[in-house]
């Protein structure tokens, strides 16, 4: 067992041969006796289930940061196990465990709280979890309510101690009256608050109750379901009419088994999709990654083909060899000529001319800017007589001859 400024907790493991389906974190306070809640935990692990058990000091639910000490240790544990197997996760609340502790769990993992876990951490916990339990539970906390919790029932339960007990009662609740009036109110509405907001993690709710249960009174547990039920969880309520607090199993113990037995099936569920969900967006993610992957490295092929060219085309030797205009003239003067077929060497320029703006600079490098085709034109340079080679076509003897025999027609 471990302990924590809080309160302390333990594991129970399941030594059947089955393999273990998942985890039960219970949440429990003074209200509840070690003995019997054994008992739940023995139903949990017939069942196939771990419990992670969490006892919460009786001062948790009136100092919270005694609850957040305890609600971090708790998850810490839980992510070293999850970590190692993920697995589902319900989460049990027994009395005032829900105010004691569990409230505190889930702001941490939403980021809610001063104290918080890794980012990757929170978002592993808060896939896991898939199913809640409340059995006589939420508690709504006031200064009479604490009254009632304030003595141990074997105390109550002492002859002769009926006027001592009223006295500490009154002197308790006048007291938290004093010290809690501001302070107290608040605190009670970022309970529900957190409480209400559990929904978002799509989890089912199992919310076991007693219309004679004064520590847990129906009409809050009621008002609780409903509400959970408007926000769009998915709530089955089960109700007694006269088993105790925090005594519905002993009370009926089938109808518990079966209530319990179908919530954790809807659990392993929950999980299951989680899971397939969570896989679903990690290959969306990576087939966004191979497609970037892809398109990077076109445009380095791109780049490189570019450099290649240029390496290309500043080689001194490299040019090439165009024949002469008088090739192509099959006149019988041009034998004065001097059967002109001389072949005359072109070179490249020193860089060829790839430009950004062509189609193909378009698609390779991504960019919107305005079509010109002249940049995929190899303009050649070279001479002849000592001028550029177009001004000495236009101009050559053969030019002239071709006018002569114009004017003999």
Not at 319 to 325: A, E, G, N, R, T
Not at 357 to 369: A, E, I, K, N, R
Not at 399 to 404: A, G, H, L, M, T
Request: aromatic content about 10%; glycine content about 6%.
């Amino acid at each position: 067992m471990l302990t924590n400024g809080g309160g302390r907790f333990y594991w129970v493991r399941n030594d059947s041969t089955q393999k273990v389906r998942g985890i039960v974190v219970v949440f429990a306070w003074v209200s509840i006796h070690e003995s019997d809640l054994k008992s739940y935990v023995n139903l949990y692990s017939s069942l196939g289930w771990n419990s992670l058990v969490c006892l919460a000091d009786f001062l948790n639910p009136f100092f919270p940061e005694r609850a957040t000490s305890l609600a971090f240790v708790v998850l810490s544990e839980l992510v070293e196990e999850l970590r190692t197997r993920p697995c589902p996760l319900v989460l049990a609340a027994f009395s005032g465990g829900s105010k004691a502790c569990m409230y505190k769990v889930f702001q941490i993992i939403e980021g809610a709280c001063e104290v918080q876990l890794n980012p990757g951490d929170s978002e592993m916990v808060r896939n896991c979890i898939s199913g809640h339990i409340y059995d006589s539970s939420p508690v709504d906390f006031t200064s009479d309510l604490f009254a009632q919790f304030t003595l141990h029932p074997t105390i109550l339960r002492m002859p002769g101690s009926a006027k001592l007990v009223s006295l500490v009662a009154k002197g308790v609740t006048s007291g938290l009256d004093a010290l809690f009036l501001t302070r107290f109110g608040s605190q009670r509405t970022e309970y529900w608050q957190t409480l209400y907001s559990s929904v978002n993690l799509g989890a089912p709710f199992l919310i076991l109750c007693s219309e004679n249960d004064d520590r847990a009174p129906y009409p809050i547990i009621s008002n609780f379901a409903q509400s959970l039920q408007d926000l769009g969880g998915s709530v089955k309520l089960v109700k007694w009419n006269s088993s105790p607090h925090v005594g519905h199993y002993n009370h009926c113990p089938i109808q518990y088994r079966d209530a319990v037995t179908e919530l954790l099936e809807e659990a392993v569920s929950v999980h299951s999709q989680n899971i397939q969900r969570h896989g679903e967006r990690t290959g969306m993610d990576g087939s966004h990654d191979e497609i970037s992957e892809l398109i990077c490295n076109l445009q380095n092929a791109a780049v490189n083909s570019n450099e290649g060219l240029r390496r290309v085309a500043r080689g001194s030797n490299d040019h090439f060899f165009l024949p002469s205009s008088a090739e192509y003239n099959n006149s019988s003067d041009s034998g004065s000529l001097q059967d002109e077929r001389k072949v005359r060497s072109v070179h490249l320029p020193d860089t060829p001319s790839m430009s950004a703006h062509s189609v193909l600079g378009q698609v390779l490098f991504d960019t919107c800017v305005p079509k010109n085709v002249e940049g995929w034109d190899i303009r050649f340079s070279g001479s002849l007589n000592g001028q550029p080679f177009a001004s000495a076509r236009k101009h050559s003897p053969l030019n002239s001859i071709k006018r002569i025999r114009r004017s003999r027609l």
